[in-house]
Each structure stands twice: as C-alpha cells, then as structure tokens.
C-alpha cells in the first residue's frame, strides 16, 4: 500500500465520524479504510468491482 493517495468520504463530517477513505490511484486496485482506525485492516477491490458497489449504494440513497 507504499504510495497509496487517500480521501476522505464527502460525507464524513455528517454523519458522526462514521466514515471511510479510498485510494484509487493504485493500478488495478480501490484500496478502503476506516478513518477511525487507519493502522487496521484495509480492503481491497477490483476497480470495476467498487464501481458496481459504489453504483449499487447510489441506487439505494
């Protein structure tokens, strides 16, 4: 994960801190953590994999 550029969720301020960060800048990988504990376990997804995942949520919101 040496040279991963993370971001924090756009909706991390509203909903108490509940929030996760994404790297995308890495070939071939979505890397995801959670803020609260960045030292923790980080998952690892095909980019066309987050796609559906993110698109999927965005249905539901």
């Known amino acids: 994960m040496t040279g991963a550029h993370w971001r924090t969720s756009t909706r991390s301020s509203s909903n108490g801190g509940n929030c996760v ?27 066309t994999m987050w796609q559906t995942f993110v698109s999927q949520l965005a249905e539901r919101a």
């Open 21 to 47: 960060e994404v790297s995308d800048n890495l070939p071939g990988t979505v890397l995801v953590r959670d803020t609260k504990d960045r030292d923790g376990g980080t998952l690892a997804f095909a980019p």
